[in-house]
């Protein structure tokens, strides 16, 4: 077998800020296990001061996910 992954899956968060100009603000998780994974990529967002909501029926408030910069709390 010589099969091999030639591109990983790369998740990201993107800032959902809508009020002014949109924001371009991405985050991606600075290694390849986190960055692999939706669920690792918004846990390690969470972790760098994103605003990013538990998966859902963990208390999710919002569908939206702000950066650092724009998180309303
Ligand atoms: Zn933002």
Do not use: D, N, V, Y
């Given at each position: 077998m010589s099969t091999f992954l030639a591109q990983k899956p790369i998740y990201r968060v993107k800032c959902d800020n809508k009020i002014g100009q949109p924001c371009e603000a991405t985050f991606e998780a600075d290694n390849d296990f986190d960055r692999g994974s939706d669920r690792m990529t918004r846990q390690a967002a969470r972790g760098a001061g994103w605003d990013v909501p538990p998966?859902?029926?963990?208390?999710?408030?919002?569908?939206f996910d702000f950066c650092p910069e724009h998180k309303r709390r």
């Open positions: 998966p859902r029926g963990e208390g999710s408030r919002s569908p």
